[in-house]
């Protein structure tokens, strides 16, 4: 396999130029498995190791390597099957796209997700799990990661065709106009329309609830049974049992990254994820009297009016608002975060220190 199938071009390979050694490869992070990197470097998958500068020196979580990454390899030993090969990761090459996430509660860390995807599929059951609200919250994150969002429908059959006509339509309704795909695991439809959409040196990522059928959707697509499923509750909740994100390579040509069911979805400061999901609320904010409209009692103020003659569903309206809330919460706390982070790096580096200390006097042991 080439590296160019791998999704290789040549803005990485520049990069690669600066960054890479001469006698270094460049491979792709396909899994973080406990704490291994597992990478593929065109041939093979290999176990990977991360040089100690990545823990001195990372300011932040973003400095380490996550799945869909490009990085430097250097290959120690005569090939895989000789006892003492091992890869380290010498350089992480600069990221085209990253998804990531808020992670939920007080604290303003984010979760890497993925990088270098070039389009998310949100998937949602048609059975249970659809609710728009919960889309624009998706499409929040993807717009801000600059990734094209696509909704793909699960469990088809276990709706009729009139149902699923409504759930589209409810999507359109609420202004969203991204390409919807519809399909089965069950019985198969819809599949041959998904994969004629995946195209090759693409990645793709599954993103959604748990229970929504990402993983059966993967072992659909790679005719196997790899990865693991679970059935979901009585009340169609899922059981998390995807516990870790994986890159595989389609025979088709293209990738796709399974990842674990999400329970919610907190925003982080997303301005122009909101400018991407929410274009009818600001298109309409511009017909207001006054540019610095509140729409809250002004005289003229388009957004009243579009709620008043119901153009605009005040549900999407209020999202859009809960979004923009939780984003300007976060851009205030992140001045108070980065303090804290440093000062918590610096007592990291400072253990780090201590505990090489103590595996180079267990080594001299
Ligand atoms: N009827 C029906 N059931 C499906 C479909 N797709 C998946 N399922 C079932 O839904 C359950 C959950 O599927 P998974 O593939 O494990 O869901 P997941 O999204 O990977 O869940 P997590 O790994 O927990 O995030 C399993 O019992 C699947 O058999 C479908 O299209 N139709
Ligand atoms: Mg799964
Ligand atoms: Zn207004």
Redesign the pocket.
């Known amino acids: 396999m080439k590296l160019s199938d791998l999704g290789l071009d040549s803005w990485f390979e520049a990069h690669a130029c600066e960054l890479c050694a001469s006698k270094h490869s460049v491979a792709r992070v396909v899994a973080i498995d406990r704490g291994r990197i597992v990478v593929h470097d065109g041939k093979s998958e290999l176990f990977a190791e991360l040089l100690g500068k990545f823990f001195y020196k990372a300011e932040s979580a973003a400095k380490f390597p996550c799945v869909g990454d490009w990085v430097c390899l250097e290959q120690h030993g005569s090939g895989l099957n000789d006892a003492k090969h091992f890869a380290s990761i010498h350089n992480v090459l600069p990221r085209k796209t990253l998804l990531q996430r808020k992670t939920v509660g007080y604290n303003e860390e984010f979760q890497m997700l993925g990088s270098n995807i070039d389009a998310a599929f949100i ?1 949602m059951s048609c059975h249970y799990d659809f609710n728009v609200r919960k889309l624009e919250r998706f499409l929040v994150m993807t717009h801000e990661a600059h990734i094209e969002p696509v909704l793909l429908f ?5 709706i009729n065709k009139e149902a699923l006509q409504r759930l589209m339509k409810d999507v359109r309704d609420a202004g969203i106009n991204i390409k919807i795909l519809a ?4 019985t198969g439809d819809g599949l041959d329309e998904l994969r004629q959409f995946i195209e090759p040196k693409k990645t793709y990522c599954l993103l ?10 993967m072992n659909q697509l790679i005719g196997s049974n790899a990865f693991e ?4 509750s009585d009340s169609g909740q ?5 516990v870790r994100r994986h890159l595989i390579i389609l025979k088709q040509g293209g990738m796709l990254i ?1 990842m ?2 999400m329970r919610e979805l907190a925003v982080s400061e997303v301005s122009e994820g909101i400018e991407g999901s929410f274009t009818d609320i600001l298109e309409l904010a511009k017909k207001c009297r006054f540019s610095n409209c509140g729409h809250s009692n002004e005289p003229d103020c388009a957004i009243l009016m579009a709620l008043a003659n119901h153009e605009l569903d005040s549900e999407h309206y209020k999202n859009y608002l809960k979004i923009k809330k939780e984003s300007k919460h976060h851009k205030e706390q992140v001045p108070f975060v980065e303090k804290r982070k440093k000062a918590k790096n610096a007592s990291r580096v400072a253990s780090s220190k201590v505990r090489q200390r103590k595996v180079r006097s267990s080594d001299e042991e």
């Open positions: 998937v699960t469990k088809t059959d276990l399909i089965s695991n069950t959604g609830s748990s229970g929504v059928g990402k993983s059966s959707l499923t679970q059935a979901v899922g059981r998390h049992t995807t399974d674990p069911g």
